[in-house]
């Protein structure tokens, strides 16, 4: 049986406490999670405070820049063994987890040691009040000791999008991944040791949330900085826990994204980009379109080829090649996908496809399965559009003018992403421009430029990350004044 270890200060480190990691497909037992306990989590963060005084401390830009490119290209060298960790973990078919989840793994890695070796850094002359001169010129300096809090939905992907910057700034950093999905940032602890990242740069506590490794590690006085992506009520719990020191914090929070398809969106690319926005990952993206809205002329057509396509997808093995809708992450979250799923109908939704188990044989029955669910003609006050699922469904509803579909998206609590289909180029810029989000996709979904900023507005979270923007959070910004 695999035995997932804490990584403090470059070794790997059991614990008296355990619990079970499972596999999503069929519920079998993968391996025992060593959970952290105050003690870990507090070794942890001094070992990182230690690195900060050591080598790593010291290290020049073009030095650890190096280094950088040698944990991606070890992710790489590794990549069947870290493919392998992150489909047991998710349940993710195979198609999915080698062309997104391991490549952007590494590839963060080197984007961001790119980005810090390449930035710019600011300056000035002044004249000063008695006639002479000074001169102003900025400098970034690490911000300290990161604690990264994760997701379980795309788990190697989005934790390296916060280790990858904080190192790239000089930072070290504390991971508490998900306790659903161990298994990644356990294995890249072997991939520092292996490059030769000095011990204590990156570390990883396992464990769950309140009680444990989560709040032992976001109220620690030696974190001076957190960055999380979840659900917005753990990042109210972890805001407040840093108000504590008032340290900073980079929230990527939960979402309800609408889609908006014009009567003249290129009718076929509509479909299929709306269709992989509300299921792929089954549903399990925080950048998902759980609501749709369709110009009247093409609605009825639009709900039909959505309805053929969603029933189209495949569930099965994530192994299996053809197999395209892998399980959700765990039985809690099934039975809170099936109970919106009954909440849609107890509100006097029509149901166009799914709603409930897909029939599964032999051991897959044991997994957590849901059908990819499409519904109309419910309000707009329905929990089914106002709240966030995160399972593979969306609700369809009809409009008939530009302003409409702007008022309908932007009426949510959340702003974390949009998309838009249209072939007429104006009214993309006008909905782009008004749509009160972090990012607007236009006739595209889940295309990332990794030097653009991101993150989300209104409860979907704080600040931006992505390019030199991660640099505001990740490292301090000083400015030196030298009278001349």
């Known amino acids: 049986m695999k035995q997932f270890l804490n990584f403090i200060g470059g070794e790997f480190v059991a614990t008296g406490k355990t619990f079970d990691n499972r596999a999503p497909v069929d519920n079998r037992l993968i391996g025992q999670v060593h959970e952290a306990g105050a003690a870990e989590v507090d070794a942890a963060v001094r070992a990182a405070r230690a690195a900060l005084q050591g080598e790593w401390g010291r290290m020049s830009v073009a030095r650890r820049v190096a280094l950088l490119h040698a944990v991606a290209d070890e992710i790489d060298r590794r990549f069947d063994d870290f493919l392998q960790a992150e489909m047991a973990d998710t349940g993710k078919p195979h198609a999915l987890a080698s062309h997104v989840d391991i490549p952007r793994g590494a590839a963060n890695f080197k984007a961001f040691a790119d980005i810090v070796k390449n930035v710019p ?22 911000v300290g000791v990161i604690g990264v809090v994760c997701p379980w939905n795309l788990p190697l992907l989005l934790m390296t999008w916060k280790v990858a910057p ?16 161990p298994a990644t940032a356990t294995l890249l602890g072997e991939v520092m040791n292996a490059v030769g990242i000095p011990p204590g740069v990156y570390n990883v506590v396992h464990g769950f949330g309140p009680g444990s490794a989560g709040e032992f590690l976001t109220r620690h006085p030696g974190v001076n900085g957190i960055t999380f992506t979840g659900e917005t009520r753990t990042g109210e719990a972890i805001m407040a826990a840093a108000a504590k020191g008032v340290r900073p914090v980079s929230f990527e929070l939960g979402g309800k994204n609408a889609g908006i398809v014009f009567a003249d969106a290129d009718f076929d690319r509509a479909v299929a980009g709306i269709a992989r926005a509300a299921f792929e ?11 749709v809205y369709v110009q009247r002329p093409i609605f009825d057509k639009f709900v039909a080829a959505l309805k053929a396509r969603a029933e189209a997808l495949k569930t099965g093995p994530s192994e299996e090649p053809d197999v395209n809708l892998g399980p959700l992450i765990s039985r809690e979250h099934q039975q809170k ?13 029509t149901l166009v496809t799914g709603g409930g188990v897909p029939p599964m044989k032999g051991m897959l029955a044991e997994g957590h399965w849901v059908q990819p669910t499409i519904w109309t003609g419910l309000p707009e006050t329905a929990a089914v559009i106002r709240e966030e699922i995160f399972g593979p469904c969306c609700h369809i509803a009809p409009f008939d003018t530009e302003e409409e579909a702007v008022a309908l998206a932007n009426a949510t609590d959340y702003g974390l992403a949009t998309t ?22 236009v006739n595209s ?6 030097r653009t900023a991101f993150g989300g507005a209104k409860a979907s979270g704080i600040g931006r990350e992505g390019g030199v923007h991660s640099l505001e959070f990740y490292t301090e910004l000083r400015n030196v004044c030298i009278r001349l």
């Open 121 to 142: 850094a600011e300056s000035f002359e002044m004249a000063t009040p008695d006639g002479g001169h000074a001169l102003n010129y900025a400098v970034r300096s690490p």
């Open 166 to 181: 904080a190192l790239a700034c000089g930072n070290t950093v504390v991971v508490k991944p998900s306790e659903e999905t």
């Open 281 to 291: 990952n089954c549903g399990q993206v925080c950048l998902g379109t759980e609501r």
């Open 337 to 349: 996908v099936l109970s919106y799923y009954k909440k849609a109908m107890d509100e006097g939704a």
């Open 420 to 441: 838009v289909w249209t072939e007429n180029l104006g009214r993309a810029h006008r909905v782009a421009r008004q749509v009160e989000v972090g990012i607007c996709w």
């Open 445 to 450: 979904w889940f295309l990332r430029d990794l």
